[in-house]
């Protein structure tokens, strides 16, 4: 029932280095957010992108859109070891209006110091 | 409270046995959802909260799953009869509002293990 999938499913990089993950789905979306989940327990919101744009920032974290292609990136600029952690994108969708959350499978994130 | 508080935060309990999963939502928020995340399904829309009406309960994997708000705050989510493959962390989310574009902010979630 998952929305889409994100690749990779898992990454391994370098302090300072930066990360990109990707997130593809399959329906029209109102729009499409990240999250983070440390340890395995609740998730924390990192930001939102709507249909009709096409990237936003936020801090070190940027994000681009891709309607055409059903797809979306995120990338992390001059990681961290505390930016370790799981990373999920999520849709909402057009149909309906309960705002649920539909997510992908996750990129698990390793930073190393 | 400041944030989602959901507990337990872990409960071990031995199949066929039912559970009560608790989720205080952010004060004034008024949508509430529960999510499900296990190794095999990842991570699973269950049911979402408007004050106390479900207007979407599709996510629910059987009878044996259910829920309820009361008093447009706390929700209650129960299984009865648990099985094995109940085991999962248990999410609880809320936001200002239902809609598209409310940001919900989830608790640490409930870790339920089935014997």
């Known amino acids: 029932s998952q929305q889409g999938e994100e690749d990779p499913q898992a990454l391994s990089i370098q302090e300072g280095e930066n990360a990109t993950m990707n997130c593809s789905y399959k329906?029209?979306?109102?729009?499409l957010q990240w999250y983070r989940q440390n340890s395995g327990r609740g998730l924390v919101h990192l930001i939102l992108?709507?249909?009709?744009?096409r990237e936003k920032h936020s801090g070190r974290l940027r994000v681009t859109l891709d309607t055409s292609k059903k797809s979306s990136s995120l990338l992390i600029t001059a990681s961290r070891a505390a930016d370790t952690a799981s990373y999920f994108c999520?849709?909402?969708?057009?149909?309906?209006?309960?705002?649920?959350?539909?997510f992908g499978q996750g990129t698990t994130l390793q930073v190393k110091p | 409270g400041a944030g989602v508080s959901q507990s337990p935060s872990n409960k071990v309990t031995e199949k066929g046995k039912d559970v009560e999963l608790r989720c205080d939502p952010i004060?004034?928020?008024?949508?509430l959802y529960w999510y499900r995340q296990s190794l095999g399904q990842g991570l699973e829309f269950l049911i979402y909260?408007?004050?106390?009406?479900?207007?979407?309960k599709s996510g629910l994997p059987s009878d044996r799953f259910s829920a309820e708000r009361t008093g447009g705050s706390v929700s209650t989510l129960t299984i009865q009869r648990t099985q094995q493959e109940d085991s999962a962390v248990y999410l609880c989310?809320?936001?200002?509002?239902?809609?598209?574009?409310?940001?919900?902010?989830f608790g640490a979630g409930t870790r339920l293990s089935v014997l």
């Open positions: 989310a809320s936001s200002l509002g239902g809609g598209a574009k409310n940001i919900q902010y």
């Open positions: 329906t029209s979306i109102n729009n």
């Open positions: 992108i709507r249909s009709n744009e």
């Open positions: 999520a849709t909402v969708l057009n149909s309906g209006n309960t705002g649920k959350l539909i």
């Open positions: 004060s004034g928020h008024t949508a």
């Open positions: 909260f408007q004050g106390n009406s479900a207007p979407d």
